[in-house]
């Protein structure tokens, strides 16, 4: 029994001796790895780097290395940390990566090396990251994109290589890219886009290859990316655009190519984007639009054409465009709205000609804009409205008709416009207002009438305006009015000028 019980006690004791080995060896050294293992050893909460638990550093998910001054990354560095799915390596000093960087980081799904000094990528390097979903290289040094840079980021969801100095990327270098849906190489120093540059990346939803040097764009360019929604391409030197320019493009929604350097749309230059939804060519040299320029897209719903040099728009050019709701074609040189421009164009809702060259406008400039919620004339050189322009415009609810010439309103200009809330004729000629002028505009909120020559304000000329809240007279001639005389409540705010009553 004696026997019995000693055996068993030594035992015991064998048993508490290899448990407190097992604990003895789960704390590791990780001191040579310097501010990094510092920052490991304090997210696991040890008292030292030199005694770490490795159970505990197995079980990290995020580690923010952001700001340490980091100037290399050692083969093995990130040992141990086999269930880290986000590391943040940003705002370092890191100039490469070494093969082995990344090695044990099987689970990473974010890894972050924005903002450091990269200037090249070794092939290979991210290939033990087969988890990775979003790769930052936002703000570095980079200049050549090689072929299998990338090899072995089969999860790989978002890439982001914007401001880099990237003037080359070699062929295939996305090739196995597949589940990528989003591409950063904006503000990058890329001069062209060649023949099946984006092989490869048959998920890709949106690109970014804006404020580079892209003066030229292979017709094979796009080939392959049929998931394509969204194109920014702006901030170039883009001189011209052909039928085969956008090919492969046929999922495309939105597409954005301005501040580049085209003078003229070409015949049918868009017809294969026949799914598109917006599209700004705003502040290029536009200075002529073929008749067929827009032809196929019909699904557009944007188009702005601000800030170009277009002096002559022809009744064709709209035509097919039966789902436009908003066509921006503001600082131009137009100078003549045709009576059949945008006749075509129902849903219209909103339509911007402010700062051209406009003189008059014709009884049907507007006609069939029954849709028309917002119309924008600031900046011309009208200098008078006739009856019946804007007898179309049922649905109207903004008027800018500010900073032009205008000295006589025909009387019952605005009778149709019932549902207009906001009419400003800031900055004009007029020097009396009568109650015809204005006749009909019973659910205007805010009336601009300031900075004209006003001298008179004929009576009874608001009394019809029971939705008004705002007038504003200043800068006229007459500096004060009788709120009865001219048929304002007590209610309606009046700026500019001294009210009575």
Same mark, same amino acid.
């Given at each position: 029994?004696?026997?019995? @019980? #000693?055996?068993?006690?030594?035992?015991?004791?064998?048993?508490?001796?290899?448990?407190?080995?097992?604990?003895?060896?789960?704390?590791?050294?990780?001191?040579? @790895?310097?501010?990094?293992?510092?920052?490991?050893?304090?997210? =696991?909460?040890?008292?030292?780097?030199?005694?770490?638990?490795?159970?505990?550093?197995?079980?990290?998910?995020?580690?923010?290395?952001?700001?340490?001054?980091?100037?290399?990354?050692?083969?093995?560095?990130?040992?141990?940390?086999?269930?880290?799915?986000?590391?943040?390596?940003?705002?370092?000093?890191?100039?490469?990566?070494?093969?082995?960087?990344?090695?044990?980081?099987?689970?990473?799904?974010?890894?972050? %090396? #924005?903002?450091?000094?990269?200037?090249?990528?070794?092939?290979?390097?991210?290939?033990?990251? @087969?988890?990775?979903?979003?790769?930052?290289?936002?703000?570095?040094?980079?200049?050549?994109?090689?072929?299998?840079?990338?090899?072995? %980021?089969?999860?790989?969801?978002?890439?982001?290589?914007?401001?880099?100095?990237?003037?080359?990327?070699?062929?295939?270098?996305?090739?196995?890219? %597949?589940?990528?849906?989003?591409?950063?190489?904006?503000?990058?120093?890329?001069?062209?886009?060649?023949?099946?540059?984006?092989?490869?990346?048959?998920?890709?939803?949106?690109?970014?290859?804006?404020?580079?040097?892209?003066? =030229?764009?292979?017709?094979?360019?796009?080939?392959? %990316?049929?998931?394509?929604?969204?194109?920014?391409?702006?901030?170039?030197?883009?001189?011209?655009?052909?039928?085969?320019?956008?090919?492969?493009?046929?999922? !495309?929604?939105?597409?954005?190519?301005?501040?580049?350097?085209?003078?003229?749309?070409?015949? @049918?230059?868009?017809?294969?984007?026949?799914?598109?939804?917006?599209?700004?060519?705003?502040?290029?040299?536009?200075?002529?639009?073929?008749?067929?320029?827009?032809?196929?897209?019909? $699904?557009?719903?944007?188009?702005?054409?601000?800030?170009?040099?277009?002096?002559?728009?022809?009744?064709?050019?709209?035509?097919?465009?039966?789902?436009?709701?908003?066509?921006?074609?503001? #600082?131009?040189?137009?100078?003549?709205?045709?009576? $059949? !421009?945008?006749?075509?164009?129902?849903?219209?809702?909103?339509?911007?000609?402010?700062?051209?060259?406009i003189r008059s406008l014709h009884y049907e400039s507007f006609e069939g804009l029954g849709s028309l919620e917002g119309l924008f004339l600031y900046k011309n050189k009208i200098n008078f409205i006739q009856k019946h =322009?804007?007898?179309?415009?049922?649905?109207?609810?903004?008027?800018?008709?500010?900073?032009?010439?205008?000295?006589f309103i025909e009387d019952k200009s605005f009778e149709a416009l019932r549902a207009l809330k906001w009419l400003d004729l800031t900055g004009n000629k007029l020097n009396t207002i009568t109650p015809f002028m204005l006749?009909?505009?019973?659910?205007?909120? #805010?009336?601009?009438?300031?900075?004209?020559?006003?001298?008179?304000?004929?009576?009874?000329?608001?009394?019809?305006?029971?939705?008004?809240?705002?007038?504003?007279?200043g800068g006229n001639i007459i500096k004060s009015i009788s709120r009865s005389q001219v048929g304002i409540s007590y209610y309606v705010r009046v700026y500019g000028v001294e009210t009575t009553d």
């Amino acid at each position: 029994m004696r026997k019995h @019980r #000693r055996l068993h006690f030594i035992s015991l004791i064998l048993v508490l001796l290899s448990s407190s080995s097992l604990k003895a060896e789960s704390a590791i050294n990780i001191c040579d @790895r310097g501010a990094i293992g510092k920052k490991i050893a304090a997210l =696991t909460l040890a008292k030292s780097c030199s005694r770490v638990s490795a159970e505990k550093m197995g079980l990290l998910q995020s580690l923010d290395l952001r700001g340490l001054g980091l100037a290399s990354l050692p083969s093995g560095i990130f040992k141990g940390l086999d269930s880290l799915q986000t590391l943040n390596l940003s705002n370092n000093q890191l100039v490469s990566i070494r093969p082995g960087s990344f090695q044990g980081l099987s689970s990473l799904i974010v890894l972050s %090396l #924005r903002n450091n000094q990269i200037e090249a990528l070794s092939v290979n390097i991210f290939r033990p990251l @087969r988890s990775l979903e979003i790769l930052d290289l936002k703000k570095n040094s980079i200049k050549k994109i090689k072929i299998n840079s990338f090899e072995g %980021l089969t999860s790989l969801r978002e890439l982001n290589l914007s401001k880099n100095k990237i003037s080359l990327i070699e062929d295939d270098s996305f090739l196995n890219l %597949l589940g990528v849906k989003r591409l950063y190489l904006n503000k990058n120093l890329i001069s062209s886009l060649s023949r099946g540059l984006f092989e490869g990346l048959a998920s890709l939803e949106t690109l970014y290859v804006s404020n580079n040097k892209i003066d =030229t764009i292979n017709e094979h360019a796009f080939g392959g %990316l049929h998931s394509l929604k969204r194109l920014y391409i702006f901030k170039n030197l883009i001189s011209s655009l052909s039928t085969k320019t956008f090919n492969g493009l046929d999922g !495309l929604e939105v597409l954005d190519l301005k501040s580049n350097k085209i003078s003229s749309l070409e015949y @049918r230059c868009f017809q294969n984007l026949t799914e598109l939804h917006s599209l700004s060519l705003k502040e290029n040299s536009i200075n002529s639009v073929d008749k067929n320029a827009f032809y196929g897209l019909g $699904s557009l719903k944007t188009l702005n054409l601000n800030g170009n040099k277009i002096h002559l728009v022809l009744d064709e050019t709209f035509e097919g465009l039966s789902l436009l709701e908003r066509l921006f074609l503001g #600082r131009n040189q137009i100078r003549f709205i045709s009576g $059949s !421009l945008f006749s075509q164009l129902g849903r219209l809702k909103t339509l911007g000609l402010g700062d051209n060259l406009i003189r008059s406008l014709h009884y049907e400039s507007f006609e069939g804009l029954g849709s028309l919620e917002g119309l924008f004339l600031y900046k011309n050189k009208i200098n008078f409205i006739q009856k019946h =322009t804007f007898s179309d415009l049922s649905s109207l609810k903004e008027l800018s008709l500010d900073d032009n010439s205008i000295s006589f309103i025909e009387d019952k200009s605005f009778e149709a416009l019932r549902a207009l809330k906001w009419l400003d004729l800031t900055g004009n000629k007029l020097n009396t207002i009568t109650p015809f002028m204005l006749y009909g505009l019973l659910s205007v909120e #805010r009336l601009y009438l300031g900075n004209n020559q006003i001298h008179a304000i004929e009576d009874h000329s608001f009394l019809k305006f029971t939705r008004l809240e705002q007038l504003f007279l200043g800068g006229n001639i007459i500096k004060s009015i009788s709120r009865s005389q001219v048929g304002i409540s007590y209610y309606v705010r009046v700026y500019g000028v001294e009210t009575t009553d």
